[in-house]
């Protein structure tokens, strides 16, 4: 039996592809990896992949015993910090069970050299999520996972060609890019440029009316930009709130 551990934005969730079962993040933080015996028999497990963070420190899939500071360059970055994801890590890597870890795409990953115009494109947890519609769609997708925050990616030719990470353009229902206000309020020491991140999303800015509108138009924009790089590439969402946007994105693209 092989397992999935995907470190999401507000819960960690644990599949066999048979049965799955998922944690708060903060509920992450009393884990024990006895605990995937939900899934099946400990001895049964052959193999573990699991994200973590922003996987920004290895560039390809490694094995969790060899990674240093847990594959991540920081622990600091845009993101809450709770400490669940850290706590599944660190019991799997001390289970002794066989597990790799999966990178995120940042300027050490072999995509398009002009995506690194930022530092970081997206969290490893997206690559399973282009992985699994690349094998539904075929080589040439973009994907959008629209959900507490929204980052768009795309695969030509079955390779990961780049993505816009959450806090470069399209906003989610919490998080988003900052704008002239929140760096006012940054350099005027109100908030950190964590905490703006943090609340730079349509639920903080917008009247409840046009949220899943503005989310629709900016992940459509998102999805329109990388199909400048394939045009016949077929579209896909994903995320929690893909089933509410999906028509509106569709309507626009």
């Known amino acids: 039996m092989f397992i999935g551990i995907d470190h999401g934005t507000t819960s960690i969730r644990f599949s066999s592809g048979e049965s799955c079962f998922k944690i708060t993040r903060e509920e992450a933080r009393e884990f024990r990896w006895q ?68 990178p995120g795409l940042h300027r050490g990953s072999p995509t398009d050299i002009r995506f690194k115009a930022y530092s970081h494109q997206a969290s490893p947890e997206k690559i399973g999520i282009a992985y699994l519609v690349s094998a539904d769609l075929g080589d040439d997708v973009v994907v959008s996972d629209v959900s507490s ?28 890019a900052l704008d002239v206000d929140a760096i006012r309020s940054i350099d ?46 077929r579209v896909a969402l994903a995320g929690s709130l893909a089933p509410r946007v999906a028509g509106e994105v569709e309507s626009l693209l």
């Open 35 to 102: 605990s995937l015996a939900r899934l099946c028999p400990p001895d049964e497990i052959e193999g573990i992949a699991l994200t973590y963070s922003m996987g920004d420190g290895i560039t390809r899939i490694t094995r969790v015993e060899d990674l240093e500071d847990r594959g991540v360059v920081s622990r600091e970055g845009a993101g809450k910090h709770i400490g669940g994801g850290t706590q599944v890590f660190d019991q799997i890597r001390q289970s002794g069970l066989p597990a790799v870890a999966v």
């Open 149 to 176: 925050n929204t980052v768009t990616l795309l695969v030509r030719d079955g390779k990961i060609v780049g993505a816009l990470d959450a806090c470069i353009f399209a906003p989610g229902l919490e998080h988003g």
């Open 188 to 233: 005027a020491g109100e908030i950190t440029a964590n905490e703006a991140f943090l609340r730079a999303g349509v639920k903080h800015t917008l009247p409840p009316g046009e949220q899943l509108r503005t989310v629709a138009l900016f992940a459509a924009m998102e999805c329109a930009a990388l199909l400048l790089l394939a045009p016949s590439a």
